[in-house]
């Protein structure tokens, strides 16, 4: 019944290495979206994604890069990692357009990131 | 610009008693609201949405929301509490844009169930 998928639920990286967030979804959605948590703050969007190879900035994009080659699969990438990015990361799924459910996003169970 | 507000960080109820979780909205278009649910460890999940139907929203477990226009809010609520209520509750506005949503999230209230 799993519909999304992140790869890693607990990661320790040190500062400056290069980390992969994968996250896959098999329900067929356009849209693809990457989050993080922080207590407090509530959800802040990094980047999403509408259609394979395409991407947006969200509200705090800095530090981060996407990619999406194949529709089912999005990646968040922190090129060198840094301690103010430990957080919890969760990716997210919609349908595109005016559909009913467009605006409905599935989320996996999250990625918790911790930076040395 | 749409924007979100979660009036309480905690609520603390005991076990049978009535939920009111508080949010209110902006939104320059006829918004979606949302509520999600986050339960310790866990992804988030759809409770209930709105989308301009009924403005009385029934939800999963018991949760119903009240569109209300006039005073921008969209509270949560619950007759009677139960511990597995217990989790960190997320109230949404969204925008449908050029196909793709662009959603507001709250900060979020965490509610406690005491026995």
């Known amino acids: 019944d799993v519909k999304v998928t992140q790869s890693s639920r607990y990661l320790v990286k040190r500062t400056g290495e290069k980390v992969f967030l994968e996250c896959v979804q098999d329900m067929d959605h356009e849209n693809m979206f990457w989050y993080r948590q922080d207590p407090g703050l509530g959800l802040r969007l990094i980047y999403f994604s509408y259609d394979v190879k395409m991407k947006e900035k969200g509200d705090i994009p800095e530090g981060y890069s996407v990619s999406r080659e194949k529709k089912e699969r999005f990646s968040l990438i922190l090129e060198s990692a840094s301690t103010n990015q430990t957080s919890m990361y969760l990716c997210?799924?919609?349908?595109?357009?005016?559909?009913?459910?467009?605006?409905?996003?599935?989320f996996g169970a999250g990625s918790r990131l911790t930076v040395l | 610009a749409q924007s979100v507000t979660q009036l309480d960080s905690h609520v603390s109820v005991s076990e049978g008693t009535p939920v009111l979780l508080r949010c209110n909205y902006s939104s320059s278009y006829s918004p979606s609201l949302f509520w999600y649910v986050q339960h310790p460890n866990k992804g988030l999940q759809l409770l209930l949405k709105y989308t301009s139907a009924a403005t009385l929203v029934k939800g999963i477990n018991g949760f119903e929301a009240e569109f209300k226009k006039s005073e921008t809010s969209f509270h949560l609520t619950k007759p009677s509490a139960h511990m597995s209520d217990a989790a960190e509750y997320f109230c949404v506005v969204s925008d449908l844009v050029k196909g793709y949503s662009t959603l507001t999230f709250g900060k979020g209230t965490m509610l406690l169930v005491s026995p």
């Open positions: 997210a799924s919609s349908l595109w357009g005016t559909r009913a459910g467009a605006n409905v996003l599935t």
